[in-house]
């Protein structure tokens, strides 16, 4: 059973970090471009940020630039999120990503993981 797992969402204070890790089960997503997807309440889903298959290329919304940074661990069949700097705009659920069809970023996520909460709020 093909499965993207989250962990690492939570309640954190503005300014704060976290850490979200989402890992693969039953294919292997080193072959997949690998994203991460938010949706604030009330709001559609934004694309925060993409790593390409080898982890060459990696891309990120203009309101996260310089502030999180992609990673992925084949190895450990793993992508994580590094999110710093947090501010309330930063609040919804987050969610991990698959495109199956591309070694790059761009094309449409096909897998995707339950979504984890993170609020930034004082």
């Known amino acids: 059973q093909l499965q993207l797992v989250e962990s690492g969402g939570g309640l954190v204070q503005p300014g704060g970090s976290l850490r979200l890790s989402c890992t693969a089960s039953?294919?292997?997503?080193?072959?997949?471009?690998m994203g991460w997807v938010r949706q604030a309440p009330g709001k559609e889903r934004e694309g925060v940020s993409c790593?390409?298959?080898?982890?060459?290329?990696?891309t990120y919304a203009d309101s996260v630039k310089g502030r999180f940074f992609i990673s992925r661990d084949d190895a450990e069949n793993t992508v994580t999120l590094h999110m710093n700097s947090l501010k309330p705009e930063d609040t919804g659920v987050y969610y991990c990503?698959?495109?199956?069809?591309?070694?790059?970023?761009?094309?449409?996520?096909?897998?995707w993981g339950q979504g984890t909460q993170i609020t930034v709020s004082s």
């Open positions: 990503a698959a495109d199956p069809w591309r070694f790059e970023c761009g094309g449409e996520y096909f897998y």
């Open positions: 039953g294919f292997t997503l080193g072959y997949y471009a």
């Open positions: 790593i390409s298959s080898g982890g060459r290329n990696t």
